[in-house]
């Protein structure tokens, strides 16, 4: 089994940033993609940024060029660095660990809310 605990959300003004982390420990295995999702009100959840073993990275077209993710292998941690806040960045940010379908893991949430 594997736990996955979030930090860092909060409310922001506009245009400000937040940095969200991501710590697993238990039973991780093998390569992974560890990724940040988030699920508006009455949205369906979505992708915002993951990355691979690699450093690879793919970002929601939305967040391209203000969100930064990156992962620390030897500690098993993702952060999400936020820049340029917008009211629509309002969200549960989830944290995904990925190794395969079986094995699909999911944080419990992080709110994090821009004012305008």
């Known amino acids: 089994q594997v736990q996955l605990v979030e930090s860092g959300g909060g409310l922001v003004q506009t245009g400000g940033s937040l940095r969200l982390s991501c710590a697993a420990s238990g039973s991780i295995f093998g390569l992974n993609i560890m990724g940040w999702y988030r699920q508006a009100p009455g949205e369906q959840r979505e992708l915002v940024a993951r990355i691979a073993p690699t450093g690879n990275t793919v970002y929601a077209s939305s967040v391209q060029g203000r969100f930064s993710i990156s992962r620390n292998n030897a500690k098993n941690t993702c952060y999400l660095q936020m820049n340029s806040l917008k009211p629509e960045d309002t969200a549960v940010y989830y944290c995904?660990?990925?190794?395969?379908?079986?094995?699909?893991?999911w944080g419990q949430g992080t709110q994090v809310t821009v004012s305008s």
């Open positions: 995904n660990l990925y190794i395969t379908r079986e094995y699909d893991y």
